[in-house]
């Protein structure tokens, strides 16, 4: 392991993925919403587009076999592993008006680092240390969250979608910034601010583990194919010495 | 049947849109231009001032961003949108609004009934990924973005497209998670005008697709309409 680490509840996190590294987020308690948004690391003006994501794989949500795109018609990561099911994209983060309003003022003053943080302004703070800011921000992933919509567009918070241990495995196709907030999801009908811990793990991937000619996400829709050759051609411009998988 | 793919028509099992007509008259209008197909555009609109963007020929996508004209740091944000109105489509009475929480604009009438604000807009790459390698030469919309807001000289650019809204353009989603890119609900005419609620830069591209449905195939103009506020 490359690293473990626990997220507490209301925390934020930012770090770098390499090419071929996988990150494990675990929903410890089964009512984690992890909100995150994926920046190319080498320049982050290359960011994650739900609305290519959805486009290209004709979808409204999330689980494994699927990938997550850049607004340059590439991969960022895909998602290899998925024990939940189902992960939203469409119904975007909260803020601190959106925090007030449910679970009252819950300032520092009072509750010192049991504060009530809201992904919006984590998503400015993480940002914040990458030179980034809120021209940053697009509508980002909400992993163990589902939100339906019936035929007539109506958007419904969808209960129990996850459960302990859930996981995701997300493998990173190109050097990704990846910035998370374990925040609770503005429809989270739940009337107390509670979110629990997120456990966090980095590994490299196993030869199996790497994205060959027959693997999933790759292979799960033509569109996927162009994304990865895009990407793989990407890779050959800016990193010529590193291998397919990633190697040095 | 100005389009020449085939096309296939289902029967629409969707709820009936409620349909709002505009009293305005387009002779009091300030503003009024015909945008032709591929064309980007864009303008300030001040506070109270109404905007139309009429379908001409049927089923154009106008993809829009609005941005507030006095810092652009504060720009349209689909998501707030949907949450904010509990709803995917926009129609009248949608707020369009900022990531800040806040409304630049207010949707007061529609004839056509379903916009949508999931679909993003076509680029360069993206139209290679979900068409083919080759199709990077054609045009689309991000480039008339680009180019907009390139003109325009104050700063933005690509960091200023977040995911934007696609006036007369149907991506039904269903409650299994599955989205498409549907015929048009829109018909030649048929318009949707909102309400400046603050100062807006608004930015258009009047989409170049034709690898999809959502132009019909056929790339058309649009006409837009500026009214002073009432007094």
Redesign the interface.
């Known amino acids: 392991m490359i690293l473990e680490e626990t997220l507490r509840g209301g925390q934020a996190w930012s770090r770098r993925l390499a090419r071929g590294q996988i990150l494990r987020v675990t929903d410890t308690a089964g009512t984690a919403c992890l909100s995150a948004l994926f920046y190319n690391a080498r320049e982050p003006l290359e960011r994650y587009n739900m609305a290519d994501t959805l486009k290209a794989q004709y979808t409204a949500f999330l689980t494994a076999g699927r990938v997550l795109y850049s607004d340059m018609g590439r991969v960022l990561v895909s998602l290899i592993a998925d024990s939940c099911g189902w992960h939203d994209t469409i119904s975007g983060c909260g803020d601190a008006a959106a925090s007030e309003a449910r679970y009252g003022q819950g300032g520092y003053q009072e509750l010192r680092n049991d504060f009530h943080r809201n992904a919006r302004d984590n998503f400015l703070v993480e940002l914040g240390k990458w030179g980034l800011g809120k021209r940053d921000l697009v509508p980002n992933v909400n992993f163990f969250v589902r939100v339906s919509a019936d035929d007539s567009g109506r958007i419904a918070w969808v209960p129990d979608n996850s459960r302990p241990g859930a996981f995701v495995d997300l493998r990173a196709e190109m050097d990704t910034l990846v910035v998370l907030s374990n925040t609770p999801h503005p429809l989270d009908p739940a009337p107390a601010y509670g979110p629990p811990p997120v456990e966090l793990s980095i590994r490299v991937a196993a030869p199996i583990e790497r994205p060959g000619p027959d693997d999933r996400c790759r292979t799960s829709r033509p569109e996927n194919a162009r994304g990865f050759a895009l990407t793989e051609a990407y890779a050959a411009e800016v990193e010529p010495r590193r291998d397919s998988a990633g190697t040095p | 049947m100005r389009h020449s793919s085939p096309r296939i028509t289902l029967p629409v099992?969707?709820?009936p849109f409620v349909l709002k007509e505009s009293a305005l008259a387009p002779w009091r209008a300030i503003h009024d231009e015909v945008l032709p197909a591929g064309r980007g555009w864009s303008r300030e609109l001040a506070r109270g001032q109404i905007f139309r963007i009429v379908d001409l020929e049927g089923n154009q996508a106008v993809d829009t961003l609005f941005f507030n004209a006095r810092n652009p740091?504060?720009r349209y944000?689909?998501?707030?949108t949907?949450?904010a109105q509990?709803?995917?489509?926009l129609t009248t009475g949608t707020r369009l609004m900022s990531?800040e929480?806040r409304p630049l604009l207010t949707i007061v009438a529609d004839t056509c009934g379903?916009h949508d604000t999931?679909?993003?807009?076509c680029?360069?790459?993206?139209n290679?990924?979900?068409y083919?390698?080759d199709k990077k030469y054609m045009h689309n919309c991000?480039d008339s973005f680009l180019l907009e807001l390139g003109r325009l000289g104050r700063g933005m650019g690509?960091?200023?497209?977040?995911?934007n809204i696609n006036f007369f353009m149907n991506v039904?989603?269903?409650?299994e998670?599955?989205?498409?890119?549907a015929d048009g609900v829109s018909a030649p005419g048929r318009y949707v005008e909102m309400r400046a609620e603050m100062d807006v830069l608004a930015l258009i591209s009047n989409c170049p697709q034709l690898n999809n449905p959502c132009n019909a195939y056929n790339p058309t103009p649009v006409r837009l309409l500026i009214w002073d506020a009432a007094p």
Request: no cysteine; net charge positive.
């Open positions: 099992p969707i709820t740091d504060e944000s689909a998501t707030d949907i949450r509990g709803n995917l489509y990531g929480g379903r999931l679909g993003g807009a680029s360069a790459e993206s290679q990924v979900r083919a390698l991000r690509k960091r200023d497209l977040p995911s039904p989603v269903t409650a998670g599955g989205l498409s890119f």
